[in-house]
């Protein structure tokens, strides 16, 4: 079983609709989770951290964590051509600091 | 500019040689992260280092491979003999503290011919 686990996609979604990207992590001791997006050729770019279960909002991002389920997720909403990107889930084991990444979920956000 | 600093962008070495890529985090933050992204492969870590001590370098290979952050200037990831294995993407993120946000540099990208 991987550490953290994604669908690899691509997730196509139209323009204005909402997309939805899981992740599910092995760790149970795990405290810290982050989800960043990475343009082809670019480096990571953090766009929401959560420690704690339940949901938290930054603009048109949600990210919802269920420690129980080891499940986190990240919901753009109204999403955009220029959100087309892998996002990548990435998790804080146990008690070291370093992150484990996930392989990615490439969105295509349609026209 | 206050974000993490990478240098150079871009890097070729033949096999056989040295590479040396520096990393200057943001300002304010004293924990350094270097992880490699080989093509078509995830990030892996690779090493978490503080000003003058290594505290996990649970990712970094055996040998040829060393990383130090010194009082003064950047974080130095070394690679000696370089292989075309080592051919990646060489990222480095800075963090205000333990297993806060970790912000992410330009990265490196090392050919090895």
């Known amino acids: 079983q991987k550490e953290v686990e994604q669908n690899s996609g691509p997730l196509s979604v139209p323009e204005g609709a909402i997309a939805s990207l899981n992740c599910t992590y092995s760790d149970r001791g795990s405290q810290s989770f982050f989800w960043y997006r990475q343009y082809s050729g670019k480096s990571p770019e953090l766009i929401m951290s959560?420690?704690?279960?339940g949901d938290k909002e930054d603009g048109r991002f949600t990210a919802q964590l269920n420690k129980a389920s080891q499940y986190v997720s990240l919901l753009i909403r109204d999403s955009q051509p220029s959100d087309s990107a892998t996002y990548l889930c990435?998790?804080?084991?146990?008690?070291?600091?370093?992150?484990?990444f996930g392989t990615g979920t490439r969105l295509q956000v349609t026209l | 500019n206050a974000g993490v600093m990478q240098n150079p962008r871009h890097l070729v070495r033949r096999r056989g040689q040295e590479a040396r890529l520096r990393c200057s985090p943001m300002?304010?933050?004293?924990?350094v992260y270097w992880y490699r992204q080989l093509p078509e492969e995830g990030l892996k870590f690779m090493v978490y280092l503080q000003k003058e001590n290594i505290i996990d370098e649970s990712g970094m290979p055996k040998e040829r491979f060393s990383a130090e952050f010194p009082k003064e200037g950047p974080s130095i990831l070394r690679i000696q003999q370089v292989v075309r294995g080592d051919s990646a993407a060489y990222f480095c993120a800075s963090s205000p503290g333990f297993q806060l946000e970790q912000y992410f540099g330009p990265g490196t990208r090392l050919t090895v011919t």
């Open positions: 959560i420690y704690s279960n």
């Open positions: 990435a998790v804080n084991p146990g008690t070291a600091s370093k992150l484990t």
């Open positions: 300002k304010g933050h004293s924990h």
